[in-house]
């Protein structure tokens, strides 16, 4: 059976960090009980209404010929205004979601088929490539795969719109094995030239940028592919690299790596990808598959992954039931934390782990938590130590070694949070307008007040409500209770999950 501290990790790591309400329900059920809830409740439309102008069509293309410079000017404008608040709508999606496990797919496809801001210049078309992902992102991979390939968004990120017969283009063909199937080391660069030949023809409407099929720009011929030979069209290669058993390896990889830890164990991995590639990649099998394998459940896999940024504030605003006017605040707070959505680094996407953590990551991790602070009318003063960047490296390491034993990694982990801390950097100013948290109600869940001065049965229980192991940085013994709290969501374990 689950207890509290069970089911608070396992809805954060499958989702965001709960609320007191969602916790609740899940303490006392099996862990198959756990799973088969969470898997059933999820969503493949949002429960949001998306931006008006999705629906817009794009300019044609004689009205975008027939801009002036000034026009120009003002189109670019108002598509970086979209894209802003299709971010401010994908965030507050992941607020309001029932279904946290739906957002967290899809955020994970969103960086596994890659596609962007600076490729795709209109917003409605990475709308509707967010839209795609969530339709299908605990559904078929198969699916999501053909879908994907065809999309406009896709088609013009990794210019498959501009591959025809006689100049082929192989962006797409490379990445498609490369990223999205197979991974390193499982094809040569004669199948990615051959590979891309099968995907000639697929192109865009010039005036609707709609994914269009041009057969006279298809090269029909023959290809040699991983093996096989014959006239494949883009379908056809996609079905032969969803009939290698690298594809389940792979996605099953990445998955143990989102969910489990950054180390992943061939045995119970081999089985999770076997189950996966049977079930003709039904996600939900290859989920539960994971959820209920014993490594995810393990003592020494918690706290071993670094928070993403989306991660960190969503599951900081949702755990703490923080009131907001709007989201936007939260966009910018998310990218300066280093994730800007909709706009990944590159074809392969954010890299995560101890990745999303230095000294200016970290930092603004920091002012969110004083920020947020900063809202309450009656949050004190953190009161606790300082310390040299050794001092707390060592502690870092003693504390996470004492929390999680057999764990190196939840160690190494927040040895790169605390190192992260200690080196220099320049205060930044925030504002904590239009955002409430209201930290006498939260902490009456816990039968205390803010300016109540703990004891060491309620510090335990602050501790287990929101850091996966012992705090790495020593607390004041007379702090009160939104102190505390405060010292908490600033120490380096908070980064961990």
Known sequence: MLDLDD???????????????????????????????VLASTRAQAVSSAPDWLAEPVPTRAERNAWTAAQRREQQQLRGQRYELLRAWWVGEMLATPSPLTERMTLFWHNHFTSGQDKVPYPQLMARQNLLLRRHALGNFGELLHEVAKDPAMLQYLDGASNRKGRPNENFAREVMELFTLGEGHYTQR????????????????????????????????KSVLGQSGPFDGDQLLDILLARPETASFIATKLWREFVSGTPEPEPLEAIAARFR??????KVALRALFLCDAFWRDGNRGVLVKSPVEFVVGTLRAFEVGYDGTARFVAQIRALGENLLYPPNVKGWPGGTAWINSSTLLARKQFVEQLFRATEKAGP????????????????SAAQAAAPASAAAAAAAVAVAAAASEPHTP????????????????????????AKLGLSMELQLQHAVLPFTPVDAIATDSTASAYLQALLMDPAYQLK
Not at 194 to 202: D, K, L, N, P, S
Not at 382 to 397: D, K, L, N
Not at 438 to 448: E, F, G, K, M
């Open 278 to 283: 049977a079930s003709g990649y039904d996600m």
């Open 7 to 37: 089911a608070r990790f396992f809805l954060t790591r499958i989702g965001f960090a709960p609320g007191h309400a969602e916790l609740a329900h899940y303490v006392g059920l099996t862990r198959a009980q756990a799973v088969d809830e």
């Open 428 to 451: 930044a100013r925030t504002a904590q307008g239009g955002v409430r948290f209201d930290i006498a109600s939260w902490l009456a869940q816990y039968h205390t007040a803010p300016a």
């Open 191 to 222: 199948d990615v030239a051959q590979a891309a030949r099968a995907y000639t023809g697929w192109g865009l409407d010039a005036d609707t940028l709609a994914y269009t099929w041009r057969p006279a720009q298809h090269d029909d011929g023959d």
């Open 382 to 397: 953190m009161r606790s130590g300082t310390a040299s960047s050794g001092e707390r490296a060592a502690r870092a390491m």
